[in-house]
């Protein structure tokens, strides 16, 4: 679970929403002057008014008061509060960020100050930027001016925001800001004067602090994550994590980055790769860079699979054929946040906070005003479980920023990809919270409790199929199944038994057992109690006459029968001869009586038959005598449990012997006289339009017939459904006769369609 005081906030960055590039003695950044240069930027647009941030920022962080953010984390112009880098101090930028500041106390959200994220001041581009080692001095004057100012309000600073981006796609793949393409000797010196400005940076932070203050760093990069649990794959996802690309661009990987900042050293791999290529690297460098932090930022979007190849060496595992992505095209990989923070944290043993996380989504103002984006809502949702995840294994995050606030300038995209929660009208600059700021809203106010755990998804299963001296090959004929022999008398159509458990056919949980799912994600079934799935659904085909028999009930089997449960069952009629029966109940008065007539094989005046029809529902208690003739097929809905006693075979031989009786079991829980069950007709749970069958204490049963177009709303912990007769939709997917499978918890409300019948079940609440 998370701790009570774990952080939920929104991140932004200053180019992208402030605007007013020009106003009040702002200078010029490389930004300002890269969007200037045609073909850059997507149709040519630029960050000069972008949200209007500056001038609408009380608005702001209203919304996030009214959204229950908690903190914010944003960046400072460094070019706003000083105009050429160094020198002279622009009043006005820090009157600006001080209202900011203000603003922010005053409602109740902690600012998370960044102080560089890709907008460098042009005069220091000119200057030689990075490449020049003066950067250092730059980047810790500016560091003193921030504390100056700042620290007496703001308690936690972050320095660098994502060098692997700022150098590797500003200089390196040049399609940044300031757009060049250096090489490999340069884009070294480039990132070890960053890393050197970093640890400058914290000591001006500290010294010039006003109260005590918290320093953390926001490295990113793609995640990796294992293919199975196996020892190997993780190993080797954990390996190549680490590891340095051998070939794309350099800057994209973790331990050049992180490992002198977090451990003193960088990594030998590197050091051997690069080994012609690297500047001078001093003792005294390393010490500069190795400051004190009080947490690590990691800035994770995806990430990619990894397997043990041929002697455990990393292998990519390709991305399956239509797998989900973002607007922008970045692949959609949640299990990578808890992988990726497991193994960033073993390795560096720092807090660490979830700095940016979040989607582009082609977002649009919907007919009726507002911005419905439930692709942002799924990818939060399922990115905040493996946090939720992480955190439980050991992990120690703190804190969680959705990136971002707003729709913004989205560097060389422009305003094509909308990653905010609060959508922008850049024209008007009118705000509209999106569906997944309100629901971000209640995540916060439920300290994560409200995240659904896994994807809300049908589980649609794989029968079993059981072979019976009684069995024939109707479940191949009437269903289409395809059966081991002709003598299959059970098709096990949702079961998570001892004898049997149901795959899950396709989806998240493709290929698990029900059983599996039932133990690891008891979500999906409403958090049931009990260490087994509560129901089990047959179809029999009784080729033959079945064995005469009774169950107990549960009182009777934890008795004599180590602790089982009992069972109860109903049956359902699909298919039946003309003038058919069914063996239910018995005509013995008293207990002597039965004993009698069963000792003396009296059993044509014992049984008790009745005439059925193709539809009848029959409930069978514990305690009832009840057989299957010749004939019937039928779904069967019972409690999980295989306790039965058989009281008459018909004499039968199997495999030259007659089977097994139980007597004296059954003498013992035969209800006597016999009751037939009487449903207590109450107003359906769905409704006049589904028919009740069953509603006892152990389960309630219905029956769907559907003629076009149905939608009912459902808060069960799961429901079992079974198409009998008939084809049609379920949300939107094909089912047709023969498939059974599972609403989990989640599914509020689900809409039929077509022609069809279903059978459905739930345990009773």
Not at 75 to 101: C, E, K, M, T
Not at 576 to 601: F, S, V, W
Request: charged residues 25%; aromatic residues 12%; negative net charge.
């Amino acid at each position: 679970m998370l701790k009570e005081d774990f952080v939920w906030g929104v991140a932004t960055s200053a180019y992208q929403i402030e605007g007013a590039a020009k106003e009040d003695g702002k200078g010029e950044s490389i930004w300002d002057v890269f969007c200037k240069e045609k073909g850059k930027i997507y149709e040519g647009q630029d960050g000069e008014v972008t949200c209007d941030h500056y001038h609408h920022y009380k608005e702001d962080v209203a919304i996030m008061k009214q959204l229950g953010i908690k903190a914010y984390r944003f960046s400072l112009s460094w070019s706003r509060i000083l105009p050429d880098g160094i020198g002279h101090v622009n009043q006005a930028g820090i009157d600006f960020y001080d209202h900011l500041i203000d603003e922010l106390l005053a409602n109740g959200i902690e600012p998370y100050l960044t102080m560089f994220h890709w907008d460098l001041p042009n005069e220091l581009h000119k200057k030689g930027g990075w490449l020049n080692p003066d950067c250092v001095k730059w980047f810790g004057e500016y560091a003193k001016v921030v504390a100056e100012h700042f620290s007496d309000r703001v308690k936690n600073f972050i320095t660098l925001n994502e060098p692997e981006c700022f150098i590797g796609i500003g200089y390196v793949e040049g399609s940044n800001a300031p757009g060049y393409k250096a090489g490999l000797k340069d884009t070294l010196l480039m990132a070890h004067n960053a890393l050197k400005a970093h640890g400058q940076a914290v000591i001006e932070l500290r010294k010039y602090a006003k109260q005590k203050i918290y320093v953390g760093y926001a490295p990113t990069c793609g995640m990796a994550s294992p293919e199975t649990n196996s020892k190997e794959d993780i190993e080797a996802a954990r390996r190549y994590l680490f590891s340095i690309p051998k070939e794309g661009m350099w800057t994209w990987n973790v331990s050049w980055f992180n490992d002198p900042v977090f451990l003193g050293t960088y990594p030998e791999e590197g050091l051997q790769q690069f080994h012609d290529y690297l500047p001078t690297i001093t003792k005294e460098d390393m010490e500069l860079i190795h400051q004190p932090l009080d947490f690590m930022g990691q800035n994770i979007y995806n990430g990619v699979t990894i397997r043990a190849g041929r002697n455990g060496e990393p292998e990519y595992v390709e991305r399956k054929r239509g797998y989900d992505r973002t607007q922008v095209g970045w692949p959609v990989t949640p299990e990578c946040m808890y992988w990726g923070t497991k193994f960033l944290y073993e390795r560096y043993k720092m807090p660490m906070f979830i700095t940016e996380n979040g989607i582009a989504v082609h977002d649009m103002i919907a007919m009726d005003g507002r911005v419905h984006d439930p692709d942002r809502i799924t990818f939060l949702n399922r990115y905040l479980v493996e946090v939720k995840r992480a955190v439980e294994s050991g992990v120690d995050i703190r804190g969680y920023f959705v990136w971002t606030l707003l729709d913004n300038f989205e560097w060389d995209k422009g305003y094509s990809a909308r990653f905010g929660l609060v959508y922008v009208d850049f024209e008007s600059q009118k705000r509209i919270v999106k569906d997944s700021g309100f629901w971000y809203q209640k995540v916060i106010e439920s300290n994560g409790g409200s995240l659904k755990k896994a994807r809300n998804e049908i589980l649609h299963l794989k029968p079993i199929f059981k072979e019976n001296i009684w069995g024939g090959k109707r479940l191949k004929d009437e269903f289409g199944y395809e059966i081991p022999s002709e003598t299959t008398g059970e098709c096990w159509a949702v079961c998570a038994h001892e004898h049997g458990s149901s795959l899950i056919r396709e989806g998240t949980y493709q290929g698990m057992t029900l059983s599996e799912l039932y133990t690891t994600h008891r979500e999906l079934f409403g958090n049931l109690k009990g260490e087994q799935f509560p129901l089990l659904v047959k179809i029999i085909d009784a080729n033959h006459n079945l064995s005469i028999q009774v169950h107990p009930d549960d009182e009777y089997a934890r008795i004599h029968e180590n602790g089982s449960l009992g069972k109860m069952e109903c049956w359902y009629i699909l298919d039946c001869p003309k003038d058919a029966t069914i063996i239910i109940g018995h005509h013995a008065k008293t207990r002597e009586e039965l004993k009698e007539m069963i000792e003396n094989k009296q059993w044509k005046e014992l049984i008790r038959e009745i005439p059925i029809h193709k539809g009848d529902m029959i409930q069978i208690n514990p305690g009832t005598v009840h057989a299957i003739k010749e004939g019937t097929l039928l779904l069967e809905t019972q409690e999980n449990s295989d306790i039965t006693y058989r009281l008459y075979d018909y004499d039968r031989l199997q495999n030259g012997k007659p089977r097994e009786l139980h007597l004296k079991q059954s003498m013992d829980v035969i209800q006597i006289p016999h009751r037939d069950y009487v449903n207590e007709k109450v107003e359906s749970y769905f409704g006049s339009n589904v028919e009740e069958l069953i509603d006892c204490k152990s389960y309630m049963v219905w029956r769907f017939l559907v003629k076009g177009e149905q939608e009912h709303k459902m808060n069960l912990p799961f429901m079992i459904m079974s198409v009998i007769e008939g084809n049609g939709f379920i949300n939107g997917q094909l089912i047709h006769k023969g498939d059974h499978f599972i609403l989990p918890h989640d599914y509020k409300s689900f809409h039929l369609s077509g022609a069809m019948t279903i059978i459905a079940s739930a345990v009773k609440q």
